[in-house]
């Protein structure tokens, strides 16, 4: 038995000075309201909101890929999401999508697996999840038909294992972007 993992919100600082809501264009505003969250607009959206256009296909394609209703469970696609970050390096994500998949799941069981390395005590779709995660990331062309099949054995379909490769892809995309405008600390 491993212990569980504490995992504590990291703070985000961006590089380039986010938009002030209170100075946002009207485009700028309308496409603020394309975020999912009901929280406050986060210093990541609104440095990304320097470019409206930009900023509004991206959420939109994350909220498809992240949020949809049906196909792969929630948990899986943190567990996607969790696994790419920790190849590409994001420790916020890491910790935002670790977090998520605690809460979804209720059970830090996994997620204190993979940070104390102990892939041993993954389950096989865990398990494969993770490792096609980590596959994914590291180099795409290393993917295997041995990763499918694993992915299928442990009972995904082939819409399930769609949904796995654009929340892995995702956050290829997303860690990079997160790495560029800013970095995260513990630090308030």
């Not at 999508?97 to 605690?102: D, L, P, T, Y």
């Not at 062309?141 to 992915?151: F, G, R, T, V, Y």
Request: aromatic share 6%.
């Amino acid at each position: 038995m491993i212990p569980s993992v504490t995992l504590k919100p990291l703070h985000w600082h961006p590089y380039i000075t986010p938009v002030e809501v209170a100075q946002a264009t009207p485009v700028q505003l309308e496409a603020m309201a394309v975020t999912p969250s009901n929280k406050k607009v986060s210093e990541y959206v609104r440095t990304l909101v320097h470019d409206p256009e930009s900023y509004v296909a991206r959420t939109v394609l994350f909220n498809a890929i992240m949020y949809v209703e049906g196909g792969l469970d929630r948990a899986d696609r943190e567990l996607g999401a969790l696994g790419a970050s920790i190849v590409n390096g994001c420790k916020y994500c890491a910790v935002v999508h670790a977090r998520r998949h605690v809460q979804l799941s209720e059970d830090d069981a996994v997620v204190s697996a993979i940070y104390f390395e102990r892939d041993d005590l993954l389950n096989a779709r865990n398990l494969a999840i993770y490792r096609f995660a980590q596959r994914l990331s590291v180099t795409p062309a290393q993917a295997s038909q041995e990763d499918i099949a694993a992915l299928r054995a442990a009972g995904m379909d082939d819409g399930e294992i769609i949904d796995l490769i654009h929340a892995i892809a995702i956050f290829g995309w997303a860690n990079r972007l997160m790495h560029v405008l800013g970095h995260a600390d513990m630090n308030k």
